[in-house]
C-alpha cells in the first residue's frame, strides 16, 4: 500500500537549533516533493517545492533534501526560533491527486 | 489578491439540515479541491475540479456534494452528515503547481449535532 510517514509525531527542540524533518514515502514515484506548515485552525501554508532531479533546494533559512533511492526527503529549518513552531507536513502529487504525510509537529523552546 | 476566501469560518448544523460551504479565489487557478482534516491527522482528499469540471472524486459519501459555478468558486453541498462528519474542511487552489504549490484557505471548522 502506498504511505507517507513522517519521523515523528512531536520534535522538540531549543531556539537557535537546527530542526530536521524527515519524510518517507513507499510505493509512490513522485515527480517532485513539496513541504507545507500548518498552524492551528488554519490551512497549510506552502514552503518549499524540490523536484526528483534536485539534490537540495534552498530558502532563506530553510532546506530541503529529496533521495529518490532511499524515498527519503529531509527539511531542516537552521537557526530555529520560538515562531517556527508549527505543524510541517510533506505532500506528494500522485497523477493529480494531493496527498499529504502525517505531520510532525514542533515546538522550539526559547 | 493571493488568497482563498472560505465562509463560514465555522458551522454546527443538525444532522438533518442542509448547508453549504462556500469557496472564492480571484488568482486565475483553474484546478480547485475540497480536502477533509480531522484532529492530529493530515488533510484527505475529497474532489478536485479542473476546468470547472469534476475530475476526482476520492469515493466520498454523496452526503457531500461538490459544485463548481465558475472558475472562480467553488461550493461544497452538505445534507444529513453524520456526527463523524466533523471536521476542518479545507479549500485549495493551484495553477502551477510544480513551481508553486496549492493554496489553502483557512478552513472552515465544521461540528455536525
Known sequence: SQKIEQNSEALN????????????????????????????????????????????????R???????????????????QPADSATYLCALDNFNKFYFGSGTKLNVKP | DTEVTQTPKHLVMGMTNKKS????????????????????????????????KLSINESVPSRFSPECPNSSLLNLHLHALQPEDSALYLCASSQDKTNYGYTFGSGTRLTVV
Not at chain 1, 524540490?50 to 532563506?60: A, H, P, S, V
Not at chain 1, 530541503?64 to 531542516?76: A, E, G, P, R
Not at chain 2, 484546478?31 to 478536485?48: D, H, S, T
Open chain 1, 13 to 60: 527542540i531549543q531556539e537557535g537549533k537546527t530542526a530536521t524533518l524527515t519524510c518517507n514515502y513507499t510505493n509512490y514515484s513522485p515527480a517532485y516533493l513539496q513541504w507545507y506548515r500548518q498552524d492551528p485552525g488554519r490551512g497549510p501554508v506552502f514552503l518549499l517545492l524540490i523536484r526528483e532531479n534536485e539534490k537540495e533546494k534552498r530558502k532563506e
Open chain 1, 62 to 80: 530553510l532546506k530541503v533534501t529529496f533521495d529518490t533511492t532511499l524515498k527519503q526527503s529531509l527539511f531542516h529549518i537552521t537557526a530555529s
Open chain 2, 21 to 52: 460551504l462556500k469557496c472564492e479565489q480571484h488568482m486565475g487557478h483553474r484546478a480547485m479541491y475540497w480536502y477533509k482534516q480531522k484532529a492530529k491527522k493530515p488533510p484527505e482528499l475529497m474532489f478536485v475540479y479542473s476546468y470547472e
